[in-house]
Structure formats: structure tokens, C-alpha cells
């Protein structure tokens, strides 16, 4: 009997299962569907209105799938329901759970799931704090998107326009890259704790005792999993609303700068035009700048909270991979550290990045045409100079700059921390002692 075809391409060529064609229909067909779903994925045609918003357009809804928005009047009942699951379950009791399983059973803990479960504890009380924090200034994320729109309103050209709409689907595409990544880690932690036959972190529950039966296992076992699925949703949302609003920032201070360059190009323009349009720019920058004050309280205290753990968290996760971890732990453990990584590192980057972004406005009013204008021009410019030659930075809980360097101090802890261990023959002991009282798990 002769095989069916497996498929024909546009021409009416037949195309081969495992051939590059195939392949790349394959991928159309999926990149398809999926600008059906999540359309602000994908850059739009230039027809289309640009809304700088749209950058954050999923990381708001993710927000509010938080449980920390005002309940809508619909669904009230509902969403206070969802809210108080997933926040006592996910921002309050995780975090106290972890502690409380130390205080029951730390004994029947092996190196690698004390290890395992430490560097999530810590990592889980951190993400607690970053939550509440949000939750306390949330207002400034939609503070913050009704100065975009006003950002947007001076967006005309195509050029600018595309520049816009690739930053909104580049925004997109991140904070999913975040969130396939995060629920990774606690997905593939859970499966292999469950093939170990233990919970995923022994978190302590009242009334539940996992040893005693396997009912009890796959109840707690599913408690934590949704826990986990709960932080790990929450820490995407935390870690990640800093790039999806730096990068829009970004992508209006490259159209201003261009702005700035034109200055005083068009000869048939008359004197008060041209300082008419410098006073609009003017204007224009401290939009900017009033975007930015709007943002740091809630970026200083979520960056530094995260700051203060990194380089411990990274430090156990480290020992576990390097020392105790087996092949499954040690898969979970690298996509932990991964997490870890893009909690700090792309936000950090980016402050770089916008101190590079002001030397270039004043790099681009500098080179526009104000040699040939008159003396109250010259005074104007020489003024807003000097303000654009300050670098626009954030500070982590007031304290510290963010930036490159204070991200590589904080992660360089870990270092610091793997090496004492090593040194002082701290992990040798730890399994010495925890072999000795370490119980059968139960059998699944």
C-alpha cells in the first residue's frame, strides 16, 4: 500500500518528514499560531498605532493574575478567592514552611536537598518581600504607562515608529524567555524530587506527614508544586517589569536624540520657531526624567532585596552542583542558577546602558546646528547641556548604584561562599553526618 503524502508546500512540492523545508514550515505554522495568541510577540505593520504600553501589556495581566490588583466588580468573589490561595499560599506561608521544616526534620535532610531546599528558602523570602513591594507601589506601573503614551504622542516618523514597535515585541519576547524559564526550574525540580521519592523542598504542613503514606507524599508533593508554580510565577513578574519598562525608555531617548540633532537644521525656520522647539525639548526630557523618579522607589527596592541574597543563593547552589547534586539535581539546580542570573543581570546591564543613552543626547545636541544661532539660543542650549550630561541612574534601596559593577560584587559572593566551604572541609562533614541519620524515602 502506497504512504500517504506528508504534506506539499506552497508550489506543490512534495516535502519530506525531517527535511529543512519541513522544518522551517514547521516553525512558520508555529510562529503563526502563536501571533494569533500573543500578537505584541511580533513587531506590527506600520499602519498600526503606537502604544508604548503594550511593552508591559502581558507582564500587567500576569500582574494582576498576582492577586494583588483591584478586584474587578464581575468577578469579585472570585478574584479575592484566587488571590488569597495564591498569596498564602505562595507569599506568606512558603517562605515561613521552609523554616519550619529545618525546625521538624532537618536531620532527615541529605546534603543535596538541604542545599536544594536553602537556596530556594532564601531565594523565597526574597521574592516574599519583592512582592509586597510591588503590591505597596503598583500604582507607579500605571503611573508610568500614562507618561509612555504621553512619550508617544511626539512619535511620527516611520523610523521612529518601527523603532517603538520592535522594542514592545522585544519587551514581549523577554518576559516570556523569563517566564519558560522560571516555571522550568520548578517544574523539573519537582519532577525529579518525585522520582527521588521525597517532596521538592520538605516543606513542613500541619497535619501532613509525606513518610506515612503515599497519599500524604503526592498531597504534599502537589502542595509545594503549586507553591512553587505560585513563587516562581510572581518572581517573573518582580524580576522582570524593570526591563519591560527601561527598554521603551530606551527605545524614546534614541528618537529624542535624533530630535536633538535636527535642532536648528531647517533654515527656513524663524528665531522664536527654533526656540520654540528647543523649549520643547526641553520639556521633553524632563518627561523623561520625571519617568524615571516615577519608577526608582519601586526599582531601588525590589533590586536591592534581590542584591542582598544573590551571591549567597548562587554560593549553595554552586556547593550543590559542584559537590552533592546528581544528575537530575544538578539539571534543576543549573535552571535555578539561571534564574537567579536574570534577576539582577539584564536590569543591571541596562542601567549601563542608559548612562551611555544620556552622553549620547548630549552628544546629539551638541552636534546639532547652534553655532549659527543668536545668543539667547546658545544660553538655552549651554544650559540644557549640562543637564543632559548627567547620567540618569538607579539606586538600590538608596545605597548603592545599580549597575554592572555592583551586580559582579554581589554575585562574587557566592564565590567567597563556595570557597570557605571547601576550606574549612564543611560539605565532608555534612555528609559524614547526615548519612548516618538519613531515612529511606518513601517508595513510589
Not at 350 to 371: G, H, K, P, R, T
Not at 421 to 437: P, R
Amino acid at each position: 500500500m502506497r504512504a500517504e503524502p506528508w504534506g506539499y508546500g506552497c508550489s506543490g512540492a512534495y516535502i519530506r518528514p525531517g527535511s529543512v523545508v519541513a522544518v522551517v514550515a514547521e516553525v512558520s505554522r508555529v510562529n503563526m499560531v502563536l501571533r494569533r495568541i500573543f500578537p505584541n510577540m511580533f513587531q506590527g505593520p506600520e499602519s498600526a498605532v503606537v502604544e508604548s504600553r503594550k511593552a508591559s501589556l502581558y507582564l500587567l495581566r500576569c500582574i494582576f493574575l498576582m492577586g494583588i490588583r483591584t478586584p474587578p466588580k464581575r468577578f469579585f468573589f472570585v478574584y479575592i478567592l484566587w488571590s488569597c490561595a495564591l498569596n498564602l499560599s505562595s507569599t506568606f506561608y512558603q517562605p515561613i514552611g521552609f523554616v519550619l521544616g529545618y525546625i521538624s526534620h532537618l536531620s532527615e535532610f541529605t546534603p543535596s536537598q538541604l542545599l536544594t531546599s536553602l537556596q530556594v528558602a532564601f531565594n523565597a523570602w526574597a521574592c516574599s518581600t519583592k512582592v509586597i513591594i510591588v503590591w505597596i507601589l503598583i500604582k507607579r506601573l500605571d503611573r508610568a504607562n500614562e507618561m509612555l503614551d504621553a512619550l508617544d504622542k511626539v512619535v511620527r516618523l516611520p523610523s521612529e515608529r518601527e523603532r517603538v514597535q520592535r522594542t514592545v515585541a522585544l519587551s514581549n519576547k523577554i518576559f516570556f524567555c523569563y517566564m519558560s524559564l522560571y516555571l522550568t526550574y520548578a517544574s523539573s525540580t519537582a519532577f525529579f524530587a518525585a522520582l527521588m521519592g521525597v517532596p521538592s523542598f520538605q516543606n513542613y504542613y500541619p497535619v501532613l506527614d509525606w513518610r506515612a503514606s503515599r497519599f500524604q507524599f503526592w498531597l504534599q508533593s502537589g502542595l509545594e508544586y503549586f507553591a512553587m508554580l505560585g513563587a516562581c510565577f510572581q518572581d517573573v513578574c518582580v524580576d522582570c517589569y524593570p526591563v519591560n519598562y527601561i527598554l521603551p525608555l530606551r527605545a524614546h531617548m534614541a528618537i529624542f536624540a535624533e530630535r536633538l540633532r535636527q535642532l536648528g537644521s531647517d533654515l527656513e525656520e524663524k528665531r522664536q520657531q527654533r526656540i520654540d522647539k528647543l523649549v520643547e525639548c526641553i520639556r521633553h526630557h524632563k518627561l523623561l526624567l520625571s519617568y524615571c523618579d516615577n519608577l526608582r522607589p519601586l526599582v531601588g527596592g525590589t533590586i536591592f532585596v534581590q542584591l542582598m541574597v544573590v551571591g549567597l543563593v548562587m554560593g549553595f547552589t554552586l556547593i550543590n552542583i559542584a559537590i552533592f547534586a546528581n544528575f537530575g539535581s544538578r539539571i534543576a539546580a543549573i535552571s535555578f542558577m539561571c534564574c537567579i542570573v536574570l534577576e539582577t543581570t539584564p536590569f543591571c546591564t541596562l542601567c549601563n546602558y542608559l548612562a551611555d543613552d544620556c552622553q549620547m543626547l548630549a552628544d546629539a545636541l551638541f552636534e546639532s546646528n547652534w553655532i549659527e544661532q543668536d545668543e539667547r539660543y546658545k544660553k538655552i542650549v549651554l544650559q540644557f547641556l549640562q543637564t543632559l550630561q548627567k547620567p540618569i541612574i538607579f539606586l538600590a534601596g538608596n545605597f548603592f548604584t545599580i549597575s554592572v559593577a555592583t551586580n559582579l560584587a554581589a554575585t562574587k559572593f557566592s564565590f567567597s561562599v563556595f570557597t570557605l566551604v571547601k576550606q574549612m572541609n564543611i560539605a565532608e562533614k555534612l555528609a559524614k553526618t547526615t548519612s548516618s541519620q538519613y531515612q529511606e524515602p518513601v517508595e513510589i
